[in-house]
């Protein structure tokens, strides 16, 4: 079981994307908004909406504002503000080039969709001939087990991707590329970092589900279903070095409130089973031999 220590992406380090940040006319403190406008301010890199008709000169960076809430980031910024279900969105190819302002060895990115692929290349400073360059597939094909659903079966694609091999110092540049073949690409997160083992992942990964739609029966019994958003869980048995477990339990606890991805060994990524979110629970059990037993909990923010 790995994690990624993730770097924090600030205008410094976003150096280029294939969005423009201007899905909404910006801001300006002279203009009178309608209730329901939505503007957006580059320093901030949020949108806002305006809750009043008449709304003149308030400031919608104001906290506390009676006149604008905060929707989201921007479409350009989506993928750094740690909100997994907030999608970035754009014409394929669909692009971001991150300079790291330290060395960096993984990336994941989580909840893609209508993708057929993601590509990820690094650049060593003031070259242009990428010293790393891999494309991990998103079509699933697991559920293709006869002709029949070879011809008819609708395509499903893996929603994450995740690189654990990336040689990138400070100064490099790492590109992500989203591709479609025929549809619009979306990205909910993308995670640039240094990732760190935990331990061995055991047989017994336990994956589940919380969901929070609501069905309601009306007088004569039918019912009636309001979808909401749901959350995933991932247990993790893990076999850790006995001598590591103080290391260990510090690297989970400075990570406690800091959104983290998450992934068991390579050879079980595709199984559904990485996850952006929260640790709820570290259990080790220690043991007079070189190896210990751990369990890990994982709360999912891919809801």
Do not use: C
């Amino acid at each position: 079981m790995k994690l990624i220590d993730a770097m924090e992406v600030t205008e410094a380090v976003l150096a280029g994307s294939s969005i423009s940040e201007d899905e909404h006319p910006p801001y300006d403190p002279v203009v009178t908004y309608a209730k329901d406008v939505s503007v957006l301010i580059e320093a901030t890199h949020r949108v806002y909406r305006s809750v009043v008709d008449d709304n003149t000169g308030n400031d919608p960076t104001v906290l506390g504002s009676i006149y604008w809430v905060e929707v989201s980031a921007t479409n350009l910024w989506k993928p750094f503000d740690n909100l997994v279900t907030d999608q970035a969105e754009g014409a394929s190819p669909l692009w971001w080039s991150l300079a790291p302002n330290q060395f960096v060895n993984a990336l994941a990115v989580f909840n893609i969709e209508d993708a057929d692929d993601v590509t990820v290349q690094v650049y060593s400073e003031g070259t242009e001939v990428a010293t790393y360059d891999q494309t991990l597939e998103l079509v699933d094909n697991s559920m293709v087990d006869d002709w029949h659903a070879y011809f008819f079966q609708p395509i499903e694609r893996f929603a994450k991707a995740v690189f654990t091999d990336l040689p990138a110092f400070e100064g490099d540049a790492v590109d992500v590329t989203v591709t479609s073949g025929d549809g619009t690409p979306k990205v909910g997160q993308i995670v640039l970092g240094l990732v760190h083992t935990i331990g061995t992942t055991q047989e017994g990964v336990t994956a589940s589900i919380e969901d929070f739609s609501i069905k309601e029966d009306d007088a004569f019994g039918r019912p009636t279903v309001v979808e909401r958003s749901y959350k995933t869980s991932v247990d993790y048995p893990v076999a850790i070095a006995t001598e590591r477990s103080a290391y260990i339990q510090r690297l989970l606890a400075r990570r406690r409130a800091t959104p983290t991805a998450y992934f068991p060994d390579s050879d079980l990524d595709r199984f559904g089973v990485s996850v952006f979110g929260f640790f709820e629970d570290f259990t080790v059990t220690l043991s007079g031999s070189p190896q210990s037993e751990v369990s890990i909990t994982i709360e999912g923010l891919e809801a």
